[in-house]
């Protein structure tokens, strides 16, 4: 009876994360290797581990401001992560374009192609928020399980 | 009628079936967070591996295009039996002894090849050129270790069978009789080049990092599991779990075996030492060595256990 909400919870403490870059100036990924890779901010802790196929994801963080040439492979990797998925988009690129706002070559707003489900301004976005989005993302994934 | 139930029972609750996979899991756990406290990081809770078998429950199983649908969904299957099965035939001192009739080291070699060769077949069934690039690699380094694993068995089968007057013994039973006896072949300097040939193979069996070159995750994206999602990739994390209890277990069967007679002090001491194994083999050596290409771990394989492991079933013949 009260198991599957049980495991439901259990499930949501092993969020794995998968990181597209969209056309990032790579700013956003350092960041983010950095919110995995440096011992201070760990995001092991949380049960997050970065994968190297979409196929095992459930969190996906999404940097950059969606370049023209990118948008079909970003498009076709977004619809191989397994439901249920939360998407992060990281930095402010995602959100406007950013510096690259005006640009002939941008996309963004990124929200127009895919669903985000949680925004992580910054440019680049510290650690610490980028952890803090993670965490929402868990909340969030929680409901859709 | 009452053997066949034992075995049956020995397959699926212990030391196989649920017994070896909560074992491997939580072994899996400890090793992560080890890893990170040797990172100075706090690592994730101990029970994580049992997180993300359950979080791949709820996910979807998605077959790709290009994919050999029957194929792709169950040769994890054949891999997650094989390796239960495996898990059956190690012995535990003093508290578990496999049936006469399957604890016979030839058998559990043969099921060690499984999982390899299930990660090739579901490799190029997935159709994926990283998977076809992890079967070439897995293929590689197969080829590379089974050698030196095949003589090292028959060193300790030998040196066994002349120690009890015949000429070699395959039963698992008779290698830890004859140590309990004449003392564990890890303190027999004649064993010694196969011990060494052993530390060489465990970690390239179970893929760990100076050796995980098929399923390197920054060059070709965990290569023959990288279609694979939700619970089938469940299977393959269970898979790995029992298959790294099973390698671990043999070690400990083949040269350190001795346990004290209880049944209790029996399983402690095996715990431990499957701990002790799995960090200094797996932990550290993951954390402080990068991967190699496979040709140099095709090389590195040919040279050194080759070498070792010729060297001590020449050695165990002579002497
Ligand atoms: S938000 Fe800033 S750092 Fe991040 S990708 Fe855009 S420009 Fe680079």
């Not at chain 2, 001491?269 to 290409?293: C, H, P, Q, Y």
């Amino acid at each position: 009876m009260g198991l599957i909400p049980d495991f439901k919870k259990i499930a949501t403490r092993s969020p794995w994360l998968y990181r597209i870059n969209a056309g990032s100036c790579n700013g956003c990924d350092v960041e983010m290797a950095t919110t995995a890779l440096i011992p201070r901010y760990d995001v092991e802790r949380l049960g997050c581990q970065y994968c190297g196929s979409p196929k095992h994801a459930d969190i996906v963080l999404i940097s950059g401001p969606l370049t023209v040439r990118v948008k079909d492979a970003v498009l076709r990797m977004f619809d191989e992560i397994p439901e249920p998925k939360v998407t992060v988009a990281v930095g402010v690129c995602p959100i406007s374009g950013g510096i690259f706002r005006e640009s002939y070559a941008v996309l963004a707003p990124i929200d127009q192609y895919i669903p985000i489900d949680v925004n992580v301004p910054g440019c680049p976005p510290r650690p610490q928020a980028i952890i803090a989005g993670v965490a929402k993302a868990i909340e969030i994934w929680r409901e859709r399980l | 009628m009452s053997n066949q139930i034992a075995i049956l029972l020995a397959v699926l609750l212990f030391p196989g079936g649920v017994f070896a996979l909560a074992l491997g899991l939580a072994l899996k756990g400890v090793d992560r967070r080890v890893a990170a406290r040797l990172q100075s990081r706090v690592g994730p809770p101990l029970m994580q591996p049992f997180f993300d078998i359950i979080k791949l429950g709820f996910k979807r199983t998605m077959v790709p295009a290009a994919a050999n649908e029957t194929v792709f969904l169950y040769t994890p299957l054949v891999g997650v039996v094989s390796m239960l099965i495996a898990a059956a035939l190690v012995p535990i001192t003093s508290v578990y002894a496999p049936d006469a009739a399957i604890g016979n080291l030839l058998v559990l070699l043969y099921l060690l090849m499984i999982p390899g060769i299930v990660l090739m077949i579901a490799g190029s069934a997935s159709g994926s050129p990283y998977g076809a690039i992890g079967f070439s690699r897995e293929m590689a380094l197969m080829i590379a270790y089974e050698g030196p694993l095949v003589l090292i068995a028959a060193a300790v089968a030998i040196r066994t069978g002349m120690g009890m007057g015949g000429w070699a013994t395959f039963s698992l039973n008779d290698i830890i009789a004859y140590q309990q006896t004449h003392g564990a072949f890890l303190f027999d300097p004649v064993m010694w080049p196969a011990v060494a040939a052993f530390c060489f193979f465990y970690p390239a069996n179970l893929g760990i990092v100076p050796f995980d070159i098929p399923e390197a995750e920054t060059e070709v994206l965990e290569g023959p599991i990288i279609e694979y999602s939700g619970p089938t990739l469940a299977l393959f994390k269970v898979m790995s779990a029992v298959k790294k209890v099973v390698v671990l277990g043999l070690g400990i069967a083949l040269f350190f075996p001795l346990a004290p007679e209880s049944l209790v002090g029996g399983l402690l001491v095996w715990l431990i030492k499957m701990a002790v194994l799995m960090l200094i083999g797996i932990t550290v050596v993951r954390l402080s060595t990068g991967r190699m290409r496979i040709d140099q771990a095709f090389v590195f394989f040919l040279k050194w256990p080759l070498l070792l492991a010729v060297a001590s079933l020449a050695v165990v013949v002579v002497v």
